[in-house]
């Protein structure tokens, strides 16, 4: 079983991340790793904390000479603004001094969390609860992508929306592999006329103190039919999939294929018509309004699933709460943020996506070496182009 583990705190010491059940012998390059770690990092309406670090994977274990030994795989990010945070956060002791968050952000974790664990300072909750974390993920799912492409698989993802600026045409494969290789990013849109109506829909953000949100696809390319599983409700993948991208700071909603266009069609116009080539002998759809999952079961078509990120919480215009010490009315906290950050989600949603398809490629193949899991996979597409 693939699993994987994440640890660390906004503005403590580092971030950890754990990825145990990987097979030996998969290559792995660091360097793939730190790209995207870069490109989370990036997109227009990054806050200044994004100016402070410059993330880079330190793999301490589970990798040697460049290619997995089977054991499980550590990883270290170190946060640069710790030095800041030292006399605020340590260990052990009182500190320095302190930066108690009394102030809850509404639709943060701050109060949930804090009556949870029953703290009156909200500091605590919000340096795990922070989008922070997905620094470890998008390491994760980084080294999962390296294992996909073993496979012919490819995971990547576009901005379809921010606030009321829509992209309003399907992007193709290229175009997403185009956009992944830029070294400058600035919404991740496929469209460059769309992209600066989403820049423009940020700057008002930007200049009324507010925070703005959006969509975001994922596209996994490549994938053999079979994946998930129709004979339990936490064997299929479309649903574990809702539950990665789910799990994501922000994100509120989850969309596989054209869901929402589904549910004001009637079933004749939505679903995916089935074909057969007789010169090569395989079924087609005429369609991939499922979004490459029937039944939980990928089909064979690329995978589209997106996210619907709100407006972060913390703003510089605060919203009313109440003081924890007082119990008075007060403005929310405000902490060094983003204005919108869809880009970078959509980032950590190829992340989650790529970690749930390496977990479906090995229950499905095994495999305790790369050789193991691959003969197991060519064994089975024999069987499905002999259909």
Request: glycine share 10%; aromatic share 6%; hydrophobic share 40%.
């Amino acid at each position: 079983m693939l699993r994987f583990e994440t640890a660390g705190e906004s503005h403590g010491e580092c971030l950890v991340a754990t990825l145990t059940g990987l097979p030996a012998s998969v290559p792995i390059s660091v360097a793939a790793v730190n790209r995207e770690l870069w490109r989370r990092q990036q997109g227009f309406g990054r806050g200044g904390r994004m100016k402070i670090e410059t993330d880079q994977a330190e793999i301490v274990s589970g990798v040697r000479h460049s290619i997995t030994i089977g054991s499980p795989i550590a990883m270290i990010i170190r946060n640069k603004d710790w030095k800041n945070w030292t006399g605020i956060l340590p260990v052990e002791g009182e500190g320095e001094e302190r930066k108690p968050v009394t102030k809850p952000r509404p639709g943060h974790a701050d109060l949930a969390g804090g009556i949870k664990y029953g703290f009156r300072d909200a500091r605590y909750i919000l340096e795990r609860a922070s989008a922070r974390e997905t620094t470890s993920r998008v390491a994760v799912g980084a080294i999962c992508k390296q294992f996909l492409e073993q496979f012919g698989i490819g995971v990547l993802s576009h901005v379809v929306q921010v606030g009321t600026a829509t992209l309003d045409r399907e992007a193709t494969w290229d175009e997403l592999v185009a956009l992944s290789k830029k070294d400058e990013v600035l919404l991740n849109c496929v469209d460059a006329d769309t992209e600066q109506r989403m820049k423009e829909v940020i700057d008002v953000a930007y200049r009324t103190g507010d925070t703005v949100g959006g969509v975001f696809e994922v596209v996994a390319h490549g994938l053999p039919v079979g994946l998930g599983s129709h004979i339990a409700w936490d064997t299929r993948l479309d649903g574990k999939l809702a539950q990665a991208i789910v799990s994501m700071q922000a994100v509120k909603g989850v969309e596989v294929g054209s869901a929402r266009e589904q549910a004001r069609e009637y079933g004749s116009k939505v679903q995916d018509t089935i074909h057969y080539n007789k010169d090569d002998k395989q079924f087609f759809r005429g369609s991939n309004k499922a979004g490459g999952l029937e039944g939980g079961i990928t089909n064979g078509n690329d995978l589209y699933v997106r996210g619907l990120l709100k407006p972060i919480s913390t703003l510089r215009r605060p919203l009313e709460s109440v003081d924890l010490a007082t119990r008075e009315s007060t403005a929310a906290a405000y902490e060094r943020s983003d204005i919108a950050v869809v880009p970078a989600a959509g980032v950590i949603g190829e992340a989650m996506v790529a970690i749930v398809l390496a977990q479906a490629m090995l229950d499905k193949f095994g495999g305790d070496s790369l050789e193991e899991t691959k003969r197991n996979y060519d064994h089975y597409m024999d069987q499905v182009r002999n259909y």
